[in-house]
């Protein structure tokens, strides 16, 4: 059973316009939540992560937020831009142990 | 340094023979992971090892499924016999520690 839900497989957005990933989990003992960036034909590379004992991670163009009680995070994109057009990954772990639980990705198209 | 090495990129093969992918991890590292990317359930945990030794394999699907790791630089992925159900890309990733994961660029697995 999926414990890191991403329910849009894919979304457009229009270049300089916000774009916003969500991220829904199951699990509440997981603390620390990632979001991975995978273009075509290649791995997956880490953009920006946060942990439980924060709401909100900033950085740059981008900013998760978490809201624990729901059990929901999300991406924000600020202005958004064609060269982030891309599958985004979100990942979630628990407290013990290394592993990752992945969504199954949202892909997102900037407009130019 | 060259980031986590796989191969071969693309493999094609027919249903019943053996498939062995490769995985070179980031010097250092000390935890590898392999991950299977479907359509349907995203990125999914295969194994994980941390200095050289099987910590977790319950996501390996089935018997036909094995992994090893003789040295800190060199692991593998087996499947023997492969099924046509097991066409999907393959990523190795490694981590220092507890810290974010680094992805190589996957082997796209094709049984015909």
């Known amino acids: 059973d999926q414990q890191v839900k991403q329910n849009s497989p894919s979304l457009s957005v229009q270049e300089g316009r916000i774009s916003i990933l969500n991220c829904d989990y199951t699990?509440?003992?997981?603390?620390?939540f990632l979001w991975y960036k995978k273009y075509p034909a290649e791995g997956p590379t880490f953009l920006i992560s946060i942990s439980s004992i924060k709401d909100k991670n900033e950085d740059g163009r981008f900013t998760v937020f978490l809201n624990k009680s729901a059990k929901h995070l999300s991406l924000h994109i600020v202005p958004s831009q064609p060269g982030d057009s891309a599958v985004y990954f979100c990942?979630?772990?628990?407290?013990?142990?290394?592993?990752?639980?992945f969504g199954t990705g949202t892909s997102l198209t900037v407009i130019p | 340094d060259a980031g986590v090495i796989q191969s071969p990129r693309h493999e094609v093969t027919e249903m019943g023979q053996e498939v062995t992918l490769r995985c070179k991890p980031i010097?250092?590292?000390?935890?590898l992971f392999w991950y299977r990317q479907t359509m349907m359930r995203g990125l999914e945990l295969l194994i994980y090892?941390?200095?050289?030794?099987?910590?977790?394999d319950s996501g390996m699907p089935e018997d036909r499924f094995s992994a090893k790791m003789p040295n800190a630089s060199f692991s593998t992925l087996k499947i023997q016999p492969s099924e046509p159900r097991d066409s999907a890309v393959y990523f190795c990733?490694?981590?220092?520690?507890?810290?974010?994961?680094?992805f190589g660029p996957g082997t796209r697995l094709t049984v015909l």
């Open positions: 990942a979630a772990s628990p407290p013990t142990g290394n592993q990752f639980y």
């Open positions: 990733a490694s981590s220092f520690d507890t810290d974010t994961q680094y």
């Open positions: 090892f941390n200095n050289n030794v099987p910590i977790d």
């Open positions: 699990n509440s003992m997981f603390d620390y």
């Open positions: 010097s250092g590292h000390d935890y």
